[in-house]
């Protein structure tokens, strides 16, 4: 959908890579090897956002490094917007409000990062959760927004174990349950 509304695919690529999760930052010659395109095209792209106020830059030794303008005003919109178009609205529209005592939700992988991937990748954490009922949901899910969702459910115990060998930047909360 969105392809039909911004032509670039640079610019879609940046806009999934710095509004999907506003903890990424990156430098040109890492996107250009992220993206498999021209830093030209990558850096243009870059300037038109940061004269837009969409991105911030600050330098690290003779690396500039970019981020989204967690700020700027339309930052909330294009943030559910990029949600949208992944179908993570549809993720917690239909998995996450019918399982009942669930506590929080991560997206890992490709997507935590701002990359595109046809594979969505969630962890959920809860004490009790009804798997063949989240199998069910999952692949009603996955018909609706094309895309593969694997998953892992961990108690709070093993949650807290599996992040102490992995970089907690990489994971992205997509929903928590404010009530606990």
């Known amino acids: 959908m969105l392809d039909t509304l911004i032509t670039s695919k640079t610019r879609l690529k940046l806009l999934l890579k710095f509004f999907l999760n506003s903890n990424s930052r990156s430098y040109l010659r890492n996107l250009e090897s992220e993206f498999g395109e021209s830093t030209n095209s990558i850096r243009l ?7 837009a106020g969409l991105l911030t830059s600050e330098f690290d030794g003779n690396k500039k490094y970019f981020s989204a303008n967690t700020g ?3 930052f909330s919109d294009i943030h559910n917007i990029i949600l949208k178009q992944i179908g993570f609205d549809k993720i917690v529209e239909t998995v996450i409000q019918k399982l009942g005592n669930l506590k929080r939700v991560y997206v890992e992988g490709d997507f935590a990062k701002g990359k595109n991937n046809s594979i969505i990748d969630l962890i959920f954490v809860s004490e009790e959760l009804n798997r063949e009922y989240l199998l069910k949901l ?3 899910v996955e018909d609706v927004i094309k895309r593969k969702i ?5 108690n709070d115990e093993e949650f807290n174990n599996y992040i102490k060998d992995i970089d907690i930047s990489e994971l ?3 929903w928590k349950n404010e009530d606990l």
């Open 45 to 51: 792209e870059l300037n038109r956002f940061e004269e």
């Open 72 to 74: 700027h005003p339309l």
């Open 138 to 140: 999952i692949g009603k």
């Open 150 to 154: 694997r998953y892992l459910v961990f």
């Open 172 to 174: 992205l909360l997509l």
